[in-house]
């Protein structure tokens, strides 16, 4: 990180967020992949004028180092890019096989994640793989540092390059959310509702920010197969590796047990979770193990514009701004893996909990207020510990409904991951075209990418299946509002 001359001058403060996430203590970055249907042309000249003209005009934060000045404060500094220093395209053999390019592709994201962003210039890089592997014909690959933004900012960023593949003239959409689903809760205004909601959510705040602090500081999860327990796990090697499920058949699901989307997704990957710790050690099946569901704190149902994110006092701010929630596992003991729709039923009782509840807030207050009495670094460890005491991240963004294109390179798929958490397992989730993408990273050599997707996509043929049998199942009310997360 540079130091800040006194004649110098500075564009803005970085957010506390910001300043987590780029300390002695973690250094965190999100790597955005974007699957192209044709072949990458051979000519590199295009992609410096994308990034010329599109890209770096996003945000001026693409455009500055971070700096502190000498009191310590970190600050946004203004320096002159050069778009070719920011641009890797690896060479592989030539004529091999798509199988033996699918591995240089996974070996070479495996490396980038572990390779730190340099401090000197400018906090993001643009990877172009034009070798063809099981999944594109192409690959682009951005790696962006965490203090530019979550992932709803990284989103919008990315998708302001893109266009509509059918007619670049109109705008792209997003999935619609019913805030009232069926036309339920419209009595949620009478007092004999309010009283009981008001009493369960302050219960629910006590337990939920008294566990919160126990996780993010005595209390660790059980090592198991899905967590190590050993220090310096960020700095090993990773897997990743993508999975990919129907909505529409998600959404029947979610009909069939009158639950919401989330709570499907959340069950399968509980239930999927479970299944693979049994198929490892049995006897750890059912260790107590935790989730740490990122939450956007944003109240909104879709994208803006980047312009109107930066735009002071925005409603849908550029940044980071998101909270956490630990979410315990339900284990096989407790919702049965005799009836998979335990699990569905179990995830949406614990998420309902924790939406009724200001544990979340709380949670971000205690942060800031950390940040002012501590330090910035002091806060940094304190998250540090949180994460290494749970047993894995899931993090999910929404995305467009259309197919999309860059530069005449229509898009098959994208998804993300995060790189540099000091976790086993990490799990991210994006929707494009009516499909739900999951990336699943993991340590290498300690879990076993393939066999955890096969037990992810296990359990969503058992959830499946007994949701379409057993259509009847106890109806319980709906999540109105999608969790949205980074």
Known sequence: MGELNQDEEFQVPVSPTGQYFNSSIMSAAVIGVLESEIPIQEDDSLTLKLLQELFLPINPRLSSIMV?????????????????????????????????????????????????????????????????????????VFKLHHALGDGYSIMGALLSCLQRADDPSLPITFPEFQTNPKGKNNDEGSIFKKVPRVLSGIGNTISDFAWSMLKSTFLQDDQ????????????????????????????????????????????????????????????????????????STRAIRGYKTVKEMVEPNSKTPWGNHFAFMHVSVPNLAKAGSQNPLNFVLEAQKIIRSKRNSAGVYLNGKLLETMRKCRGPEATAKFIHKT??????????????????????????GMYFMMAGSPQNLT???????????????????????????????????????????????????????PLNVT
């Open 68 to 140: 502190q000045d000498e009191k310590g404060v970190k600050l946004w500094k203004k320096v002159e890019v050069i778009p070719k220093n920011h641009i890797h395209v690896p060479v592989f053999p030539e004529g091999k096989s798509i199988e033996f390019y699918d591995e240089c592709f996974n070996d070479y994201l495996s490396n980038m994640a572990l390779q730190p962003l340099p401090q000197s210039q400018p906090l993001w890089e643009v990877h172009i793989i034009k070798y063809p592997t099981k999944n594109a014909a192409g690959n682009l």
């Open 224 to 295: 198991t197969p899905i967590r190590s327990g050993e220090d310096g796990v960020e700095f090993r090697p990773m897997t990743i590796t993508t999975m990919t499920f129907c909505i529409d058949q998600i959404k029947q699901m979610k009909a069939n047990l009158d639950v919401s989307v989330n709570d499907v997704i959340c069950g399968v990957i509980f239930l999927g979770t479970r299944l693979y710790m049994q198929a490892i050690d049995p006897e750890k099946t059912n260790g107590k193990s935790s989730a740490l569901v990122l939450l």
């Open 387 to 412: 994460l290494t005491n749970s047993s894995m991240t899931v993090s999910n963004v929404f995305g467009p409904v259309d197919r999309l294109a860059l530069a005449n390179h229509p898009a098959k």
């Open 427 to 481: 799990i991210t989730m994006v929707s494009y075209m009516k499909k739900l993408r999951v990336a699943i990273g993991v340590e290498k050599g300690m879990i076993d990418a393939e066999k955890f997707k096969s037990s992810i996509d296990e359990a969503f043929n058992m959830i499946s299946l007994a949701a379409i049998n057993n259509g009847s199942a106890p109806h319980q009310p709906p999540i109105s509002t």
